[in-house]
């Protein structure tokens, strides 16, 4: 009961806090929330991050955090802590809206493996970065298996790979070509990364 009160007055004052950012020329968005362990405590010092914030944000002793100056449009919310597995949820931010989000993180196991990952960039056919394109990354051999990410306002991307095997990391944003790149993620204990460069070509009108 008293928890549910305190997130209730700090919704408040968030709300009050970014209230003014509503009323200027620009309807600004933010997505504000905490991050807990499974027993509902807070976590300190986790970076929760989205490709179409303005900057990644800390979260503070009670484990809050807030992302602000969003683009509207549908995102991918990231957490990361040491110790804990990385959690994403899937968000759609209006303009002029705040939105709560909160995160329950789970511990990682003592054998988790060496990260992996796969950097790299969008751009249409000028050269120019493409913003708020899906890259998803799939087994080869096993659909269940893999994750997905949008690029940021550089047209650039990261994403996290689940475990060692062969993927088709593939780019896809309306109007545009879509590309698909194949990777092999080798085993061993050593964290591993590969970067590829995606230029989607805009398509003709009456195109599919």
């Known amino acids: 009961m008293t928890r ?16 003014p950012c509503m009323l200027d020329g620009e309807q600004q968005s933010n997505v504000c929330g905490v991050v807990v362990d499974l027993f509902g405590n807070p976590i300190s010092a986790a970076t929760v991050e ?18 602000r100056n969003m683009s509207p449009g549908d995102t991918l919310i990231s957490v990361v802590y040491p ?17 709560l989000v909160d ?3 789970t511990v ?5 493996p060496p990260s992996r990952t796969v950097t790299g960039i969008i751009e249409a056919a000028n050269g120019g970065p493409l913003v708020g394109v899906r890259i998803v990354a799939i087994s080869c051999f096993d659909p269940s298996v893999g994750s997905e990410t949008l ?9 996290s790979l689940p475990e060692p095997g062969q993927y088709c990391i593939r780019s896809w944003t309306p109007r545009h070509t879509a590309r ?13 990364t590969t970067t590829i460069r995606f230029t989607l070509r805009r398509l003709s009108p009456g195109s599919q």
């Open 4 to 19: 549910t009160y305190v997130r209730l007055v700090t919704w408040a004052v968030w709300t009050c806090i970014l209230a």
């Open 50 to 67: 989205a490709p179409n914030a303005a900057a990644p944000s800390t979260t503070d002793g009670n484990g809050e955090y807030c992302l």
């Open 83 to 99: 110790g804990f597995r990385r959690q994403q949820k899937s968000v759609k931010v209006l303009g002029g809206s705040n939105s």
């Open 103 to 105: 995160f329950v993180l």
């Open 108 to 112: 990682g196991r003592l054998g988790d």
């Open 151 to 159: 690029s940021d306002r550089l047209g650039k991307f990261t994403i």
């Open 180 to 192: 698909t790149e194949v990777v092999v993620v080798p085993g061993g204990t050593k964290p591993w």
